[in-house]
């Protein structure tokens, strides 16, 4: 066995301790979805900070990224469209000593739960957001998202899309989170990192993930299968550092990756802790 087949052997280990037993497989997912590649990067991320299953809990609202928690042996809440983050707020509240993280997408998080994910970051609540981002309605039929790019085609969108679409790392560091990140499904080895410094952060995160959704998005924009996808994405992401040096021109059509935003501040839980101390009956 070649210390490369050792290595796949080890991590498809690590995954498999990870999984409900009695879930069914193959999931729902698309074959070539980018959100088994998260979710094989946030297991490993979890496994290597030596996390207890007890010690995370997983929330979740509609949408094909918001499957990821029924497939995972974790505490898990999987919640109606939007609301994922009041959920886990409300989880927070009751454990702030887990380690509570939403698994969401582009529409879910930025659509109907636009509302929750602005507070969420203005709160400064200790929860990390992983927002998987294919720019698509990807389980209900296609339909264009907040993040679609102009002139993309979905299936509301026949003509082109005319909307202008968000920057959800930019909205979340102007809304007041205090870690954001955006990695994407090729840059694995930096997607489990940035899940890890996520979790580990105090305060609001976010990890916006770049994936692909080859059925819908990649079929109605002719962006391939599913490898030149992951392709276009290699080819048009831009490290943190370099895209530093380069002007808006250059930086056109491009992904910044890495870390993009990490600032100190109080977190809500330590704050509202404080209130209930100060006003106990003595």
């Avoid at 590649?37 to 809990?57: P, T």
Wanted: proline share 5%; with cysteine.
């Amino acid at each position: 066995m070649t210390t490369v087949d050792k290595k796949v052997q080890q991590n498809s280990s690590v995954v498999l301790d990870y999984l409900r037993p009695v879930k069914k497989f193959p999931n729902v997912w698309c074959p070539g979805c980018g959100n088994g590649v998260v979710m094989g990067a946030f297991i490993r991320a979890i496994d290597k900070m030596g996390l207890s299953k007890d010690e995370v809990a997983l929330v979740s609202g509609i949408g094909c990224t918001s499957r990821l928690p029924v497939y995972l042996d974790f505490n898990s809440l999987h919640t109606t469209h939007g609301r994922a983050l009041p959920f886990a707020t409300g989880v927070k509240f009751a454990r702030p000593d887990m380690k509570v993280v939403i698994i969401t997408g582009d529409g879910d998080a930025l659509a109907i739960g636009g509302n929750h994910f602005i507070h969420a970051c203005r709160r400064n609540i200790d929860v990390t957001a992983i927002l998987i981002n294919n720019y698509i309605y990807g389980m209900t039929g296609g339909q264009g998202s907040p993040t679609t790019p102009g002139g993309a085609f979905s299936t509301t969108t026949p003509y082109g899309n005319v909307e202008k679409h968000f920057d959800p790392c930019a909205l979340a560091a102007a809304a007041g989170a205090t870690f954001v990140a955006r990695a994407t499904v090729y840059h694995v080895p930096q997607l489990e990192k940035m899940i890890t410094q996520a979790i580990e952060h105090r305060g609001f995160s976010l990890v916006e993930v770049i994936s692909n959704c080859h059925t819908y998005y990649g079929r109605l924009n002719r962006q391939g299968d599913p490898v030149a996808m992951l392709q276009s994405i290699k080819d048009n992401a831009v490290p943190v550092a370099r895209a530093k040096k380069m002007t808006d021109e250059e930086l056109a059509g491009k992904l910044v990756i890495g870390n993009l935003h990490t600032v100190d501040k109080t977190e809500f839980c330590d704050e509202y802790q404080k209130v209930v101390e100060a006003h106990k009956v003595k």
